[in-house]
């Protein structure tokens, strides 16, 4: 299972992208706001639940100072996604910076801003590793990524003649 986690229900369009990769790959997974700051207790007590709940990948998306993915890695091993929000006031770097700037000891992976579809597929690969039908799910994925590309290319071709 994954667990989807996100500052404010504001970030929802956003964090939607991993639910619907994941919906894609019948990948189990929850979603909830949580905040690192305005909940953190709360926070911290979802979060001392998931190893045992058997979630393998936490997806935590936030804006602005952002620490809810870093507060979150620091109070479990289980690999922490960030996904950066955009801001209005910064456009995503101060998000960006702050979940990737980690403290040394601390990881977590981050995408850029507003990737909560790459962090989907991130989160979908670590649990490829471990269930062969999310591995061939994936690679279905790519090669239809591949074939639209070629489609893509023979259609511009088509365009010049």
Do not use: C
Request: hydrophobic share 45%.
């Amino acid at each position: 299972m994954i667990s989807i986690i996100m500052g404010s229900k504001s970030d929802y369009e956003v964090m939607k992208g991993a639910m619907d990769i994941l919906d894609k790959f019948g990948i189990a997974y929850e979603a909830n706001v949580l905040s690192a700051h305005r909940t953190l207790g709360e926070t911290l007590s979802y979060v001392s639940t998931l190893e045992d709940r058997g979630t393998k990948v936490i997806i935590a998306g936030a804006g602005k100072a952002a620490h809810l993915p870093g507060v979150i890695a620091g109070h479990t091993l289980i690999p922490v996604v960030g996904v950066p929000i955009k801001t209005s006031m910064m456009g995503g770097m101060d998000s960006l910076l702050s979940i990737v700037q980690m403290p040394g000891g601390i990881p977590v992976a981050t995408v850029g801003v507003n990737g909560a579809l790459n962090a989907g597929l991130l989160a979908s690969q670590m649990i490829a590793m471990e269930n062969k039908e999310v591995f061939e799910k994936l690679l279905d994925y790519r090669r239809e990524m591949k074939e639209n590309v070629l489609n893509d290319n023979k259609e511009i071709k088509k365009w010049r003649d």
